[in-house]
């Protein structure tokens, strides 16, 4: 099995809804995403997936969510807009966008809203 992650980095704010501390008022992170593909073949070049498409699909969600208040976007103005839902938001995004000519599938993707703070979703 091969994989291959890549990362991206953006700062938006965000309210949890139905919680009761700190983080049910408006706050805002810095947040990390890695995103992992697998797959058990390589194409003819020697590669699962060329970074460069991965990195271009992530791109479209980041500067979706980049700089704004994601309780305003859809779908987090119905979804609570918590790490663990804004990875696998990562995950549906890219997924449908994914085009090379071997199979390949995330396997996992990562958000980290502080340095020690990390939710995972893996489908």
């Known amino acids: 099995m091969f994989e291959v992650s890549v ?7 965000h309210a949890l809804r139905n ?10 992170h810095n947040y990390r995403v890695q995103v992992t593909v697998q797959g058990e073949h ?9 970074f460069l498409e991965l990195k271009r699909l992530m791109d479209g969600v980041v500067e979706y969510l980049d700089h704004r208040f994601i309780n305003d976007l859809p779908p987090f103005t119905e979804l609570n807009p918590s790490a663990e839902n804004i990875a696998k938001y990562f995950h549906d995004e890219m997924s449908g966008g994914m085009t090379q000519d071997v199979a390949v599938r995330i396997s996992e993707v990562k958000v980290w809203e502080t340095d020690t703070s990390m939710a995972l979703y893996r489908p």
């Not at 919680?19 to 805002?28: A, L, M, R, T």
């Not at 390589?42 to 060329?50: C, E, F, I, P, T």
């Open 42 to 50: 390589l194409d003819a070049n020697g590669l699962l997936v060329d």
């Open 19 to 28: 919680y009761k501390g700190k983080c049910e008022n408006v706050h805002g």
């Open 7 to 13: 990362e991206k980095t953006f700062a938006s704010g």
